[in-house]
């Protein structure tokens, strides 16, 4: 079992990596509004906008899945050994 602290703390690092995340997208669209104009340049936006979400959401929430994935491997073998 996980005690009352590891949970609050996972709450926390969930609820920071989508404060992140959300940051992330705010920044981009504003950086790309100023960049890439829909009338001026409209292909260019739309060749660059699922790059960037690609990095900016993707990336992080694979990379917080793997991390949790093997806290949750390493608590399966913790319990299967008693």
Not at 3 to 32: A, D, E, P
Not at 34 to 44: A, D, R
């Amino acid at each position: 079992n996980y005690s009352h602290w590891q949970i609050k703390l996972s709450f926390l690092c969930t609820i920071l990596t989508v404060f992140i995340i959300w940051q992330g997208n705010r920044y981009l669209l504003f950086t790309m509004r100023s960049y890439f104009n829909w009338y001026k340049k409209p292909v260019k936006k739309i060749k660059t906008y699922p790059k960037s979400k690609l990095l900016l959401e993707i990336e992080p929430a694979v990379t917080e899945e793997i991390i949790v994935s093997q806290e949750n491997a390493a608590a399966l073998k913790e319990w299967m050994e008693k």
